[in-house]
Nanobody, 123 residues
Framework: QVQLVESGGGLVQPGGSLRLSCAAS????????LGWFRQTPGKEREFVAA????????YYADSVKGRFTISRDNVQNTVYLQMNSLKPEDTAVYFC????????????????WGQGTQVSVSS
């Protein structure tokens, strides 16, 4: 079992920055692919970013490339999403996710999900 708990969400002005954290527990955490998804009311959950076990490979949705950065600290069992130049359309509930393979994160079907944290971008 892998337990995921997100934190760091909140209200931020357009153009501002926010860093989300996801604390994970589980003996195999360091070997898992980790990622972030987001969802707004009336829309399907969408992929945001993912990172492999070593941190050497990352994936980003086109909508966040150049603005968001995913990273992980395997010693602290934590994955981060640094969000810069935030836009109103980034407003969503952000979910941390984990799987042993890359493909399930890319296609939106990971084995494990966090509870989500709200990010609101508004002036």
């Amino acid at each position: 079992q892998v337990q995921l708990v997100e934190s760091g969400g909140g209200l931020v002005q357009p153009g501002g920055s926010l860093r989300l954290s996801c604390a994970a527990s589980g003996r195999t955490f360091s070997t898992y692919v980790l990622g972030w998804f987001r969802q707004t009311p009336g829309k399907e959950r969408e992929f945001v970013a993912a990172i492999n076990w070593s941190g050497s490979t990352t994936y980003y949705a086109d909508s966040v490339k150049g603005r968001f950065t995913i990273s992980r600290d395997n010693v602290q069992n934590t994955v981060y999403l640094q969000m810069n130049s935030l836009k109103p359309e980034d407003t969503a509930v952000y979910f941390c996710a984990a799987d042993q393979m890359t493909a399930p994160l890319r296609n939106g079907s990971p084995d494990y999900w966090g509870q989500g944290t709200q990010v609101s971008v508004s002036s």
